[in-house]
C-alpha cells in the first residue's frame, strides 16, 4: 500500500545541473492553457454535461492501452466487462487495480497515476488492497458538479480541443455546444468513411454522402469541409494504411470512382482511390485553408476473431513498415511547394523521423511534423521523436504536442508529461551547449503554445 | 602491461545519485543462481566431464564473435589455426593476444575479461606481453579438478541450463547426465533440421526422422517432442530465415509436404513450409505445454569461400530487414489468443522492437519477447532492448535474459552484465520518477530470475 | 543581441565527472591537423586563391543544409536570390539573419557559429540587429591575404585535402596547384557520370570518355584511375541510389553494355549497370590499391519543379530505404575476403548500423565504415554511428571523420564538433567502466588522426 505522490522533478534528467535548467524551462509552461488540436473526445460530453458514470467505464473500459496490456497476460474482455453494461463493475475494476504492476514502465501509469493524484486527489497507489476505495471515491465523486465535462473542460485550462467526426455526421454535439456553452471545442474533417474502398460499406456511405458521379463526390467533399467549418473545424485528418498518394488524370480518377462505385472493388483500386484522395484533400486545403493530418501505417484489428466479437479499437492495431519518400511524390509534385498549405505528418514507423520525415519536413514548405504518435507518445518515444528530427528539420518545422486521446480525465496529465519531455531534451541542448538558455526559455513556450496555435490556425 | 581488475560500479549509468540506485538494485540479484533457458553449450562436457583442452581450444576457436573481428582485420583463419587440430595454438593464441585492442568496445572484451579475471585469477590485461602467461596459466588450471565442467557449473551457480539439440539427436549425452550426475541440464527440441526444405540434406533427414506422409511426419514430430520432453526439454527453438508463418488446409500442406520429399524442391515452396511447420510448432505447444522460440532474420553463411571451407557458425551471418506484423499473422488467426502458449519472439533487426515486437506482445496472450539477441546481446544493444520495448510491452511480457551462448566459461559474465543493465536501466526509471524504489526492487529479481523460470517453465 | 561565445565544454557529457574526462581525451586532439580524405571543396579555391566574394555568395548560396530550411519554412529562392548574381545580397544576408531562428537544435547552427567566432571574430549572435555589421565586417575581411583560400587552409592546419572530381575532369586546377603551392590538395575518382546511365548525359559523357566497347570502357577507367593517382587521388568514390552490386560474365556485361550505349536504355539496365560497375570498381581497386567509398541511398531531386529551375542539390535529395546485406553479396563474393582491398561503406539508413553494416565490417576483410553522414552529420547523428556501430564493428573498422564539405570555411568547424563527440563517447565508455582511460587516450587520436591515414593511404 505505498504512496502515491507526483515528484515535482519527474521525467527531468538526472543530473542535478541539467535537471535545474528543465525545471526553470517548466516552470515557464506549467500553467499555460491546453491546446488540444488533434484528438478523440466524444463532443456529447460536452454537449450533454452528463456525468461520467463509474470508475470502470471511464478508466478501464474505453482505454484501448489499458485493456490490451490486461489481455495480454491473460484477463480476457468478458472477465473485464467489455461492452457488456450489466457486468459487474467493481469486480471488473478490482481486477484492474491487482494488475496494476503489469503498466510499470509505461505511459498509462503515469497518465494515470496523473489523474489519480490531481483530479481526485489519491494518496496511496491504486493496487488490490486499494481497489475499492478508489472505486468507491471515484463514484462519489463523479456525482458532483465539479466533476462533470465542462466543469472538468475548465479546471484543466483547456483553451481549444478538437475532437474528430466523420465526413457523415450531423454534428449536432458540435451544434449544441455552441448553443450554450462558450467552452472551445471544434470538430475535424475526418472523411475516411467516405474514402476507404477497402471497407465494405464503402458504397453505401458514399451514397448516403450523395454522390454518385466523381464530379459531384468532389463538390460534396468540398461542401462538407465548408459545415465542418462552419462547426470551427481548422484541420482535417486521414488514417490511411499507408501514406500512399496519387496523381490520376482527371478521366482516370472518374474511372476508378466508377469501378469501385460499381462494387467491382479491388484491394489495389481501392489503395489507388485513398491515394488520390489525399492529393485531392490537399488541392482543397489549398483552397480552403485546412491543415490536413496525415496518419498511416497501422494494421488495424490484426486478430479476426476478437475484431467479430468486439469490433475495432479492441487494441489489436500494430505499426507497420511506413514509406514517404516514394508515397508522398504525387501529392508533392502537385502541393509541395505551397507554403500556404499545412500538411502534418504523423508515423508509427520511427525508422522515419531521421532517414526521410525530418528530410522532407526540412524542405518542403507545406510539410510539418506531428508529434510522437500513439505508442510512441511516451518519455522515450517523445526523446526519440526529438533527438532523431530536430538536427534536420529543426523545431519550427513540428507542430507541438497532440494528446490525440479520447481519455478525457487524462488529457492534464499527457499535456504535462509532453512538456516535461520537451523541457528535459532543451535542458540537454543547454548544459551541452548546443542552445543557449535563452532561446530554449522561447522554445518551450513555442512548442507548448505558439507551434500549434500557428499550424492548426487555432 | 595495464592491471586488469573489474569495477565493482561498471555498466552502472554515470550520474552519482542514479549510480547510487542501480549498485543497491545489482546488490539484490548479483548472488542469484543462474537460469540459462536458452544456450548452445555442449551437454558432452557435462556428460563426460572431461577437462577442456587449453587456451586457444576453449576461449578462440569456438568463439565467433571473436574469430569474425581478427577476420576482419586481416588475420586469416588459417593463421588462427582454425579446424586444424596440428596446428601451433600457443602461436594463434598470442596473434590473438596481441590483437587484443581490436575489441576495444565490444562485450567480447567485457565477457573475456570477466572471465580471465573471476575464474583464472589474472590481474593484468591480455597483450602481446602477459600471451604466454595467460596460456600457461590457463592451461595449467584447465587440468584441475575444480575447472571440469561439472565444477565450473556449480561454481557458476547454474540452477539450470537449457541445451539446443536437433530433432534427429539421441540425447545420449542427456541420458548420461541423468544418469549419474545432479545437475540441472536439460535439453531443448530445434528441428530446424527435419523442417528446412532449403537444405539439400532436408530429404534424407526427414527418411532418418522416419516419415513418409504428411501425417507421419506430424506424429513423429509429436513423438519427438514427448522424448525430449522425456529428457527435461520444456521449449522448442526454430532458426528460420524469416518469421513468416502459414496456416495451410491439411490438404494443401500434404500435397506441399510430398513436393518436398519427391525432390522438386524449390525456395518458395521451402519457405512455405517453414512457415507451416512454425503454426504446427504452435499448435502442438498448446497440445503439449512447450514454450516455443522463434529466432529469425540471419542470412546465413553469407560467405560462400569460407563456408565451402570451414562449415557454418563462421561468422558469415548478417541480420537482415525482418517483418513480424505481417509474418505472424496466419499462425496468430489460430494460436494468438491462447494464454496457455508462450511463443518467444526475438529479433536481429531493432527496428521491429517499437514498431511491431511490443504492440504484438503487448497485446496476444501467447507472445512474449526474448531479450536482446546476438549481436544486440551488449550494453549498448539490451538498454536498446528496454527503452524500446517497456513502454509498450511492459515488463511482464518480456522474459528475462538468455546467454545464448557455446563459450561456457562466460555465462556468468553474461548474466552479470545483463544484471547490471537491467539495474542501470531501471535506476534511470527510478530517479526521473517514473518507477518507485521499491518496485524496482521487485522487478530486479523478476528480470532476472522470476520471468525466465515462468516463461520456461523451468 | 546576445553573446556569441563558443564554450570550451561544449558537445560534453553534462555529468562532471564525465565531462571531465571528456575535456581530457580533447585535449589530445584539438590541435592535430585536419585531415580531410572526402569532400567537395572547389580546387579553383586553391589553384587561384581568388578571395572569397562576399558573405552571402560564401555562406547562404553554396550551403543546400542552409537553403532548405529556409525554404521549408516559406522563403522562396528568389527572395535568397540563389543562382542570381544581379541580387541584392545584403537583402539576401539579412533574410537569412532574421530567420537564424529557424536553426536552433541543428548543426549548421553549431557550424555557422564556429566559424563567426572563430574565423571572424564575432562576439554578437547573428540575428535581424547584427546582420548589417556581420555583412560589413565579413566582407572587409574577405579582402584581406589572410583571408584567401591558401591562407585559410594553412590557418585551418589541413594536412591533406581530398576534393571530388568527374571521370572527364581534366583536373587543371590539381595541376595549377601542384604547379606553385605546397598545400596537399588532392583529388577522388568519381565516375558516377559515365557509370550512371539512368542520366540522359550517358552515352554523350561515355563517348567523350572515349569507350565505345565493354573492354575499352574498362580499359579506359583503369587509364583514367591512373591518370587521377598522379594528381594524388588515393580514392573512388561512388555515389549510387542503392549500394546494389553484381557479377555478370564478360558477355553479359558486354552484352548490357552494348544495350545502354545504343540508347534503349531502361531503368533495371541502368541500375544493372551500376551494380557490375561496383564490381568492376572493386576489381581494379585490388589491381591499383586505391580504396573505393560507396555512398548509396539518396532519392536524388524529389522535387521536379525545383529541379527544373535550379538544377540539382538545392536540397531535394531525400534518404531511403536502403539494404546492404543482399546488394554488396555479388561484389563480396568476389573481393569480399581481400584484406588488401578497402571499400568504405556509408549510409543514409541508420536502421543499417546495427543490423547489417557492423555485422558485415566486423566481418569482411575488404569492408569499412564511413563515418555518420550528411543529415547524420550531428550531435545526436553521431552518438546514434558510435552507439549502434561500436559493439559489433569495433572502433578498427571505422575510418575517422569526413567533413564531406563544400563549405570551406565550416571544415575547422565539423572537425571539431566530431573530435568532441567521439570524446563524449569515449568517455561515457571509460565512466561506466567500458574501456580503461589509457585505451581511450589511444583511440581518441587513433579516430581523430591514425585510422583516415591509413584507410585512405594519405
Redesign the interface.
Given at each position: 500500500m505505498?504512496a502515491l505522490k507526483?515528484?515535482p522533478?519527474?521525467?527531468?534528467?538526472?543530473?542535478?545541473?541539467?535537471r535545474a535548467i528543465a525545471r526553470a524551462l517548466f516552470a515557464r509552461v506549467e500553467n499555460l492553457p491546453i491546446l488540444s488540436p488533434h484528438g478523440h473526445t466524444d463532443p456529447k460530453w460536452f454537449a450533454t454535461d452528463a456525468p461520467f458514470e463509474d470508475a470502470t467505464s471511464l478508466f478501464l473500459w474505453p482505454d484501448h492501452y489499458v485493456t490490451?496490456?490486461l489481455?495480454?497476460?491473460?484477463i480476457t474482455l468478458e472477465q473485464l466487462g467489455l461492452q457488456n453494461p450489466a457486468a459487474d463493475r467493481r469486480a471488473a475494476w478490482k481486477l484492474f487495480a491487482s494488475n496494476y504492476?503489469?503498466?510499470?514502465?509505461?505511459?498509462s501509469r503515469?497518465w494515470l497515476d496523473h489523474v489519480f493524484a490531481t483530479v481526485f486527489g489519491f494518496d496511496r497507489?491504486l493496487s488490490a488492497d486499494t481497489a475499492d476505495d478508489y472505486y468507491d471515491r471515484i463514484n462519489t465523486a463523479l456525482k458532483l458538479s465539479g466533476f462533470r465535462p465542462r466543469a472538468l473542460f475548465e479546471r484543466f485550462s483547456i483553451e481549444k480541443i478538437a475532437t474528430t467526426e466523420g465526413a457523415l455526421d450531423t454534428l449536432a454535439d458540435h451544434d449544441a455546444i455552441e448553443r450554450d456553452w462558450p467552452g472551445h471545442v471544434v470538430t475535424t474533417y475526418r472523411p475516411d468513411d467516405v474514402i476507404d474502398a477497402g471497407k465494405d460499406v464503402f458504397a453505401a456511405n458514399v451514397e448516403t454522402f450523395g454522390a454518385t458521379t466523381w464530379a459531384g463526390y468532389l463538390k460534396t467533399h468540398q461542401d462538407r469541409r465548408a459545415f465542418f467549418r462552419a462547426h470551427g473545424a481548422t484541420a482535417t485528418d486521414h488514417g490511411h494504411p499507408s501514406a500512399a498518394t496519387a496523381n490520376l488524370s482527371p478521366a482516370d480518377a472518374s474511372a476508378l470512382f466508377d469501378r469501385l462505385m460499381r462494387g467491382k472493388r479491388n484491394a489495389n483500386d481501392a489503395e489507388l482511390f485513398r491515394a488520390q484522395m489525399l492529393t485531392e484533400m490537399a488541392k482543397m486545403s489549398c483552397d480552403d485553408g485546412m491543415t490536413m493530418q496525415i496518419h498511416p501505417g497501422s494494421?488495424r484489428n490484426?486478430?479476426?476473431?476478437?475484431f467479430a466479437k468486439y469490433g475495432p479499437n479492441i487494441?489489436?492495431?500494430?505499426?507497420?513498415?511506413t514509406?514517404y519518400?516514394?508515397a508522398l511524390?504525387p501529392m508533392?509534385?502537385v502541393v509541395?511547394?505551397r507554403?500556404d498549405l499545412t500538411v502534418i505528418l504523423f508515423t508509427?514507423?520511427?525508422?522515419n523521423y531521421?532517414?526521410?520525415l525530418?528530410?522532407?519536413?526540412?524542405?518542403?514548405?507545406c510539410?510539418k511534423l506531428g508529434p510522437a504518435w500513439w505508442?510512441?507518445d511516451?518519455?522515450?518515444?517523445m526523446l526519440r521523436f526529438r533527438?532523431?528530427v530536430?538536427?534536420?528539420?529543426?523545431?519550427?518545422?513540428t507542430v507541438g504536442f497532440n494528446d490525440d486521446t479520447r481519455a478525457f480525465l487524462s488529457i492534464p496529465a499527457r499535456h504535462d508529461l509532453a512538456r516535461r519531455i520537451d523541457a528535459a531534451y532543451l535542458a540537454?541542448?543547454v548544459?551541452?551547449?548546443?542552445?543557449?538558455e535563452?532561446?530554449a526559455h522561447?522554445?518551450i513556450v513555442d512548442l507548448a503554445y505558439n507551434l500549434p496555435k500557428a499550424a492548426y490556425k487555432l
Open positions: 505505498s507526483l515528484h522533478d519527474r521525467f527531468f534528467p538526472a543530473d542535478s545541473g541539467t490490451r496490456m489481455y495480454s497476460q491473460g504492476h503489469l503498466f510499470r514502465g509505461t505511459p503515469l497507489k494494421f490484426h486478430n479476426p476473431s476478437l487494441g489489436a492495431d500494430i505499426p507497420m513498415t514509406d519518400v516514394h511524390k508533392l509534385d509541395g511547394n507554403p508509427l514507423d520511427e525508422t531521421a532517414r526521410e525530418a528530410p522532407m519536413a526540412g524542405y518542403y514548405p510539410l505508442f510512441h511516451s518519455p522515450e518515444g533527438r532523431q530536430t538536427e534536420t528539420a529543426g523545431f519550427y518545422n540537454e541542448l548544459t551541452t551547449h548546443r542552445l543557449e535563452d532561446e522561447e522554445l
